[in-house]
């Protein structure tokens, strides 16, 4: 079952917002440093591995996603 959710706009590392997978407010630096490491390394048990939130959250802070109208 896929939920859809709307993603605020994050403009700075600092910016927090709520992770579903770990349930709790978190900064973007986090989210992007977890996601990365667990990706990387694949560390299968973190929470963040192939996370759908860290993976859209890198892309919006990259800059790769395009604005839709």
């Known amino acids: 079952m896929r ?29 992007l440093n977890d996601y990365l490491e667990s990706n990387a390394f694949e560390k299968r048990r973190s929470a963040c591995f192939r996370c759908p939130q860290g993976r859209k959250n890198r892309e919006l802070f990259a800059g790769a996603v395009e604005e839709e109208d």
């Open 3 to 31: 939920f859809t959710y709307s993603q605020q706009e994050i403009q700075e590392l600092s910016d927090t917002f709520y992770c579903r997978a770990r349930r709790k407010e978190l900064t973007l630096d986090k989210c």
